[in-house]
């Protein structure tokens, strides 16, 4: 059972904006960067944000991320029907060593 | 290009074991610290092991902790994933996951995963 929490679901038309949370507690989002990574079954996950709100070379910048105290949150502007995926944030957990833990995932469906 | 494929996955009794293997290419393996990621069938990602560049430092999941063992040989260019004492729910996709440099801990590599399934 995941100590990050996510929404089971999101969903937008073409070109909306989606946004998706990610909620946890000061020994893991609270004192370490978030990342988020995008995952279509059967494939290899992707990263998508790293350090809360970086993209790595080639996201497009409709993708951000935030961060906030406990929480964080993946924001994904102009949907596109090639972002239906799962999504998951994920960060490091001070409570248990050496503990790197994932969000429930969220999974995006472009209507 | 950098790459990461998995393989060694298969179809194994409770109690058995299997043995992951991640060979990687195009990059600097000896360099980076790895992981091992899982997703069960229906079920979100978990991380399951982590191991330093030099393999120092090892960390494992409660979940399989004392029951797998992870380990590298540099010089091969490859990750390794030890699975005995397994159980039903331990099947999984398995994936080996690099920690980016540059990149925070962020993972920035994955393979496509290898399948081990757990079942009588």
């Known amino acids: 059972q995941s100590v990050l929490t996510q929404p089971p679901s999101a969903s937008g038309t073409p070109g909306q904006r989606v946004t998706i949370s990610c909620s946890g507690s000061n020994s893991n989002i609270g004192g370490n960067d978030v990342h988020w990574y995008q995952h279509l079954p059967g494939t290899a996950p992707k990263l998508l944000i790293y350090?809360?709100?970086q993209r790595p070379s080639g996201v497009p910048h409709r993708f951000s991320g935030s961060k906030s105290g406990s929480s964080a949150s993946l924001a994904i502007s102009g949907l596109q029907s090639g972002d239906e995926a799962d999504y998951y944030c994920?960060?490091?957990?001070?409570?248990?060593?050496?503990?790197?833990?994932f969000g429930t995932g969220t999974k995006v469906t472009v209507l | 290009e950098a790459q990461l494929v998995e393989s060694g996955g298969g179809l194994v009794k409770p109690g058995g074991s299997l043995r992951l293997s991640c060979a990687a290419s195009?990059?600097?393996?000896?360099?980076?610290?790895m992981n091992w990621v899982r997703q069960a069938p229906g079920k979100g990602l978990e991380w399951v092991s982590h191991i330093t560049s030099s393999s120092r430092t090892i960390y494992y999941a409660d979940s399989v902790k004392g029951r797998f063992t992870i380990s590298r040989d540099n010089a091969k260019n490859s990750l390794f994933l030890q699975m005995n004492s397994l159980r039903a729910e331990d099947t999984a996709v398995y994936y080996c996951?690099?920690?980016?440099?540059?990149?925070?801990?962020?993972?920035?590599?994955w393979g496509r995963g290898t399948m081990a399934t757990v079942s009588s």
């Open positions: 195009g990059f600097a393996f000896s360099s980076y610290p």
């Open positions: 994920a960060t490091w957990d001070n409570s248990l060593h050496g503990l790197y833990v």
């Open positions: 996951a690099r920690d980016g440099s540059g990149y925070g801990d962020a993972f920035d590599l």
């Open positions: 350090s809360n709100n």
